[in-house]
């Protein structure tokens, strides 16, 4: 959020962690408004972590969707270099992938790749054209 939206440090804060919680719970129309009102897209966490990649991870298909149509950038890894589509084939997210996929998210990237997680948790089968 930038200086001109009239919050202290310590507001800006608390509003990116309510939104990074929103994320978490898939509260999706919430996060929509929270970016009208000029919440960056892209935040994230002090891990890196941005809404996309908690949506991604807890398995939220459609807040997933929404982030990426207001502009989320679906190949942002987090400080452990992890990608969302990796994170949401660990969890067994199968929607959550469809999604990330159709968005072009890169299956190539991270720690470890979008494949190697497929392999490795069995689920190659989503990433089949």
């Given at each position: 959020m930038t200086s001109g939206a009239g919050l202290t440090p310590e507001q800006t804060e608390r509003v990116?962690?309510?939104?990074?919680?929103?994320?978490?719970?898939?509260r999706t129309e919430a996060l929509r408004e929270f970016v009208a009102h000029g919440l960056p897209v892209d935040v994230c966490d002090a891990a890196g972590n941005t809404l996309l990649m908690l949506a991604a991870y807890h398995g939220h298909a459609d807040t997933v969707r929404a982030l990426l149509e207001l502009g989320a950038d679906p190949d942002l890894r987090n400080a452990r270099d992890q990608s969302p589509v990796a994170g949401a084939l660990f969890k067994g997210a199968d929607d959550v992938v469809a999604v990330l996929r159709r968005a072009g998210a890169d299956l190539d990237s991270g720690t470890?790749?979008?494949?190697?997680?497929?392999?490795?948790?069995g689920r190659a089968h989503l990433l089949q054209e």
């Open positions: 990116v962690a309510i939104a990074l919680d929103l994320a978490r719970e898939g470890p790749t979008g494949r190697a997680a497929a392999a490795l948790f």
